[in-house]
């Protein structure tokens, strides 16, 4: 009997080492695309699920993927939002960490904005999984 004991205790100290080893961050955008109407607005919306929880490091970063790429909006935990200058004053980010959400709004869009952008997350030990997820808008 001793012996079944000791094997499940082996057994479940198995599955709590390698478990959470196995888990990795995992970031989406549930649209594939955007369709907009020049002179309108857009929501874009990134979900992310951390493998952990977070603490202390944390960034989240929407892009326009291109060559070259260039910042829209960042997020460090714990400090205001940075916008990159081409998009001050027509784009603001707004990030739930507790959720999992971060909403990116461009207002007023124009020809330009018709682009790729992807949303991603860096967590220290949390590289794996899906740390990007992208996204099309494409402006009418």
Known sequence: MTMR???RW????????????????????P??????????DVTLTCSFIPANPITNNFLLAWDVVGVPSKAVASYFLNSPVDIAPSYEGRASLEVNV????ATLHLKKVTMEDS????CSVRIPNDDEGT??????????
Request: net charge positive; hydrophobic share 40%; glycine share 4%.
């Open 5 to 7: 004991r000791h094997f």
């Open 10 to 29: 082996q057994k479940l100290f198995l599955i709590l080492t390698v478990f959470p080893c196995c888990c990795s961050v995992k970031v989406s955008i």
């Open 31 to 40: 649209e594939k695309e955007y369709k907009v109407a020049k002179g309108q």
């Open 98 to 101: 507790e959720r999992g959400i």
């Open 115 to 118: 682009c790729h952008y992807q």
């Open 131 to 140: 740390p990007i997820a992208s996204t099309s808008v494409l402006v009418l």
